[in-house]
Structure formats: structure tokens, C-alpha cells
């Protein structure tokens, strides 16, 4: 099984979103691929009184609902607030190994695995654990999300910096349009961001995109496949 980890430079970057049009792309070229989150948190209330976590929603749609909800996300809490925060609201941890066994039960289903990851690379995972050390010891790529917002070429460049000090590989980046409109602000941003880094930029995701990604340089596909880490 070969993988990638989507990150983010924060918390509402469009992780899931970049998960979902990367998986969905695969598929339809035949590709047998997967979806992971190895945790999730922030469940919404439903009408019947229960709660429903719309990232996992989303991610099992991609997947044309060919797999369990808990195999796609093995931990969920209700709190909206980082995994073992959480996790403490209701007297629970978030469990290590479960991090680890959920993704290498996809193995044996899929020949490619998209992970999506927890807010940014620091953001808490475990009570002694970051994104990044899951990232690390499952050694796929990443693929950073960029939010084109004010802020952002900070963000970018600090989440490059902790990835390239930990030795995390990086495939690339993917901005996110998240406004209707492009302003200077996203077109600025672009370019100091191509300018400070040789990370290159895989692709633009355009406001409301329901297709695929698109390549920066306005070509008709990106070769996902090319990006995946080696076969484990």
C-alpha cells in the first residue's frame, strides 16, 4: 500500500475537502483507494438527538459508502476542540495503537491510502503526541492545504519548516480558494509563498470545486499517483 497524508497550515484549511476531490479523482481512473482520519472531533447534533461528524461523512461518500464509518475514523469525540482535549470531556484517551492499526488495516483493501490529518502538523493528537509524529512513523507524503487568507504565507512556510526539520517528505502544496472571488490578497500570497520555498505547488482549489484539482499550470490532470510514498 502506498499513501498520503494531507495536512494542513491550520484548522479549517479544507483538508477534507482536498481528501475528498483527491480520492474521487483516483477512483475514476480505477484506482483501489482509501480514506483514513485517524481521529476526529467537533460531532454535530441531529435532530434525533445524535451526533454525526461530517468530515467522515464526506470522506465515505468518496468511497461511494464501500466501507465502515469506523473503519474510515476508528476515534470520535463530541467536543470540538484538539483530540485529547476532547477526549477528556469524556473521561476517554485517545488510543496510540488505534492511530496506527486503523491505517495499516487499509493494506489489505486498497493499494492507495488518503490520510487526513488533525488540524496542523503540531496540533495535539495524543496526550504526548503531534500530528507530526503520526505523520512521521507512517512516512507518506505530504500534501499541505494553504487557505488563501491573510496569514497564510506564515503559516505555510512554518508548517514547511517543521515537516523539513522533522524529515517529513512533502509532495507539495495545494492552495485553497475559500472565498468566491480572487482578490490581490490570493494572488500575493501565491506568489511570495513560490517565491520563500521550493516546495512546489501541486494546485489550486477553486471556491466550491466538485470535480477534481486541477494542476497550477492550468494542465487537464495532476498525476496523484506520482506523489504516493513507496509501497509498505
Not at 494572488?187 to 509563498?193: L, P
Amino acid at each position: 500500500m502506498r499513501g498520503l497524508f494531507i495536512t494542513a497550515t491550520d484548522t479549517g484549511a479544507g483538508k477534507t475537502h482536498c481528501t475528498n476531490l483527491i480520492t474521487r479523482d483516483l477512483s475514476s481512473q480505477g484506482h483501489r483507494v482509501g480514506c483514513y482520519k485517524p481521529v476526529c472531533s467537533g460531532g454535530e447534533p441531529t435532530a434525533d438527538g445524535q451526533l454525526r461528524w461530517g468530515d467522515i461523512e464526506i470522506l465515505s461518500e468518496a468511497l461511494d459508502d464501500r466501507f465502515s464509518p469506523e473503519r474510515i475514523c476508528p476515534q470520535k469525540f463530541a467536543a470540538p476542540l484538539a483530540p485529547p482535549a476532547a477526549a477528556r470531556h469524556e473521561n476517554r484517551e485517545v488510543d496510540r495503537s488505534v492511530l496506527r492499526e486503523g491505517a495499516n488495516w487499509w493494506s489489505d483493501q486498497v493499494d492507495l491510502l488518503c490520510i487526513e490529518g488533525v488540524g496542523g502538523l503540531l496540533c495535539p493528537l495524543t496526550e504526548d503526541e503531534t500530528v507530526a509524529d503520526l505523520a512521521g512513523d507512517l512516512g507518506f507524503p505530504l500534501v499541505i492545504v494553504c487557505p488563501l487568507v491573510l496569514g497564510t504565507i506564515n503559516h505555510t512556510l512554518l508548517t514547511i519548516e517543521v515537516a523539513e526539520t522533522r524529515n517529513l517528505p512533502i509532495a507539495g502544496l495545494v492552495v485553497n480558494h475559500i472565498r468566491p472571488v480572487t482578490d490581490a490578497v490570493s494572488e500575493s500570497t501565491i506568489a511570495e509563498i513560490t517565491t520563500r520555498t521550493t516546495v512546489p505547488i501541486l494546485a489550486k482549489m477553486h471556491f466550491g470545486e466538485r470535480e477534481m484539482l486541477r494542476p497550477i499550470d492550468g494542465a487537464e490532470r495532476i498525476d496523484w499517483t506520482r506523489h504516493f510514498g513507496p509501497q509498505t
